[in-house]
Structure formats: C-alpha cells, structure tokens
C-alpha cells in the first residue's frame, strides 16, 4: 500500500491538509500513511516553507519518490507563482497547462498529482460565512465578507491580482492572521462545503481518491 505525500508551501497549508483533507480520506475509508511536509529551502539551515523557484520544489518531489512505492501531490498557490515553472503563464485559466508541465518534467507516471491552488489557500475560506464571525468583531467588516461571497458565487474566482487576491482583501478588510485565521475559519467549514464551491480544488480531491482506490 503506497504512502500519500502531500508537499506544501508553508505551515498553513500543512495545517489544512492535516486537520480537513487528511481526515476526510480516512473518513472515506482509505487507510494509506498520508503525511504533509513544506518544501525545504535550505537543507543546511533546516528552512522549510514558501515557493522560492521550481528547483527547490522539483528536488523535494523528486526525494520523496527516491523513498519509493509513495504517491506525490502538491499544493502550492497560482498567486506569484515563480516564472521558472513549466510552461508559467500568468493567464489564470491556464493553471493546468503548469500542472500539466510539472507532471512532464517530474515523471513518475500516474503516482504524481501536480495541483496548483487558484489563487490562493485563502479562497477556499470563502466557501462559506461560517467562521469569519469568529475572527471579525466588527459589523461592517463583516458586510464586506458578505459582499465577496456575493460577488464571487466560486471562491476559486476571487481575483489574483497584487491587490485582489483573497489574502489581500482579507488584509485590507481587517488584521488577518495568516496562521491563526485560516486554522479557525477552516476548522468551521466542512470538507464537503469547500468541495462544493470549489470546482478545481473538488476535481483534485476526486483525483487522489482515484488514485487511492488504485492502490
């Protein structure tokens, strides 16, 4: 039974494939090993975290295969994604032609599931009202979250520009903790309700059950 390796930009999204992503699969019945790690940037200096350049990300993959009989899934942001990926484009509805460029370069056949977030982790918090009332106090704060879930019926669709990425907005809205945030706004939203809204992020989950049920 092979392993699911899930290789991550930073401590935030280890966070939310171990507390959401990781148990949903167990729930569904799957009993591989899963694990999430960040993407080392210095090996000699033990710094881990953040999307430096594709090297330091093609090496990660490419040492966990070393380990053997493992599958490999990423999830790294499309917001200021580094130009030295595979076929980079800054053209948003063309993220899986990267995907498609990664899986290429890395090889290792089907036990490889390049997935690129877009824009960002933060629009999967979006999928719902639930867990913003934890975090902002302020009644009009709150109306301005409203009106985002109002304009953008998929979160996957709020604007990756330097000002309008969903981690922006949040920070223009109100003093958004990155860490401490997301951990208790997703801890209030369902794996299924994020499924719902988020065509490409359902798609991905789909493909590692797939793959799991290969196994």
Known sequence: MKRLVFIVEGITEVSFVEKKIIPYLYSRGFTNAMNAQTIITNRKLNKKGGVINYKLLKNDILR????????????????RLPTNFPKYTT????????????????????????????????????????????????????????????????????????EGAPSKRLERIYDYDKVLDSEMIFEMLTIERIKSKNPRFNNWITAIENKLQED
Do not use: C, H, W
């Open 91 to 162: 053209d948003s509805s063309l993220i899986d032609k990267i995907e498609e460029g990664i899986f290429e370069e890395i090889g290792q056949g089907s036990n490889f599931l390049p997935y690129i977030q877009k824009y960002e982790l933060e629009s999967l918090m979006f999928s719902g009202i639930e867990g913003f009332d934890i975090v902002i106090d302020e009644e009009n704060q709150m109306q301005d979250i409203r009106e985002i879930l109002k304009v953008y019926k998929n979160p996957e669709d709020i604007n990756g520009s330097s």
């Open 64 to 79: 966990v295969f070393a380990q053997e009989n493992v599958i490999v899934t990423t999830l790294i942001d499309f917001f």
